[in-house]
């Protein structure tokens, strides 16, 4: 299995950006997908778990209303799109799969990790 996050970039408080994690060695009906984001000097800290199996999404409490979560299967691809930012989600973003549910992903483990990509939101 390999992620590869892409679409960072700097965007005005209150901007947008889709996040993109492009997946090989998967299939999303036998994985949760999620996202984590790690700021300067912080611990990584979760931002969503979704398993389209069980139909359950997890977001953390700091992005809900702001982010939805979507994918291309053909594709194999996971898109996060992040709306109304705000420069506290400035981060690396990472996203990660597991085998397992939402609620073990949420908790911060899974098998297999991207590499991340930055996001900055300048006010």
């Known amino acids: 299995v390999q992620l590869q996050a892409s679409g960072g970039g700097l965007v005005q408080t209150g901007g947008s950006l889709t996040l993109s994690c492009a997946a090989s060695g998967l299939t999303f009906s036998n994985y949760t997908m999620g996202w984590f984001r790690q700021a300067p000097g912080k611990e990584r800290e979760f931002v969503v778990a979704?398993?389209?199996?069980?139909?359950?999404?997890l977001f953390a409490d700091s992005v809900k209303g702001r982010l939805t979560v979507s994918k291309h299967t053909a594709k194999n691809t996971v898109y996060l799109q992040m709306n109304d930012l705000k420069p506290e989600d400035t981060a690396v973003y990472y996203c990660?799969?597991?085998?397992?549910?939402?609620?073990?992903?949420?908790?911060?483990?899974?098998?297999?990790w991207g590499q991340g990509t930055q996001v900055t939101v300048s006010s």
């Open positions: 990660a799969a597991d085998p397992r549910g939402p609620y073990t992903l949420r908790d911060g483990v899974a098998d297999y």
């Open positions: 979704v398993n389209w199996s069980s139909g359950i999404t």
